[in-house]
């Protein structure tokens, strides 16, 4: 039973070009979540999706940023023209559940760190 | 979501007990904590979950005093593996995401 699935592991791009980052959730989860991490900070909540549905997109930056879980296929992050404060570390987690109080309900990828240079 | 404070950083040794402890005033009736370890380079991973007195698993013990307004993170004897941030949460069925704070980072030496 693989577990949640992000790729690339790593990327870099230049700045103005186009970031997408995948994600595969755990196979029966339906619930995706993505998270940005600075270097040195904590985890900042950007965006929660169902399949073809954005439930709460209410950490997502207004312009350049998009978020898509489609019905067949990998939830995906998008980041158009990218500066160097997209650098960061980019995870994403799924759950078969709606709430917290469920236990051991998220697993979580190994993320993928943007590089903007 | 209630807020939590929890130590920003702490050291200790190997073969040491460690505690952590969060605070979390605002807690709701049902509301959960939970705690989640990050290592470097990788997402986060759920150590344990409690409602209330103490939970017990074999990673970590989780100690919930009456009022719930804070909860303590046990690591038996840690090893150098155990660096690591530890995030404490608190949350209920009705939070359809998690929200974490800065965590704390421990730092096991040897």
């Known amino acids: 039973n693989a577990g949640v699935m992000q790729n690339p592991r790593h990327l870099v791009r230049r700045r103005g070009q186009e970031a997408r980052l995948r994600c595969s959730p755990m196979k029966g989860h339906s619930h995706v979540y993505w998270y940005r991490q600075l270097p040195e900070e904590g985890l900042k909540f950007m965006v929660y999706l169902q399949k073809e549905n954005i439930i709460d997109e209410s950490g997502m930056p207004k312009e350049r940023f998009s978020a898509e879980f489609p019905k067949e296929g990998p939830s995906i992050l998008r980041i158009q023209q990218v500066v160097r404060g997209d650098s960061a570390a980019y995870f994403c987690?799924?759950?078969?559940?709606?709430?917290?109080?469920?236990?051991?309900?998220?697993?979580f990828g190994s993320g993928t760190r943007l590089t903007v240079v | 979501l209630a807020k939590t404070t929890q130590p920003i950083s702490m050291d200790s040794y190997e073969g040491q007990e460690v505690n952590i402890t969060c605070s979390h005033n605002n807690i709701a009736t049902n509301d959960y904590i939970t705690w989640y370890q990050q290592f470097p380079s990788q997402g986060p991973r759920f150590i344990i979950q409690?409602?209330?007195t103490k939970v017990t698993n074999e990673v970590a013990s989780l100690f919930i005093p009456a009022d719930r307004k804070s909860s303590t993170l046990s690591l038996p004897r840690v090893s150098l593996s155990d660096t690591a941030v530890y995030y404490c949460?608190?949350?209920?069925?009705?939070?359809?995401?998690?929200?974490f704070g800065k965590g704390t980072r421990l730092h096991i030496l040897p």
């Open positions: 987690a799924s759950s078969p559940y709606l709430g917290q109080g469920v236990a051991e309900g998220y697993t």
């Open positions: 949460l608190v949350g209920g069925d009705r939070d359809d995401k998690i929200i």
């Open positions: 409690g409602y209330k």
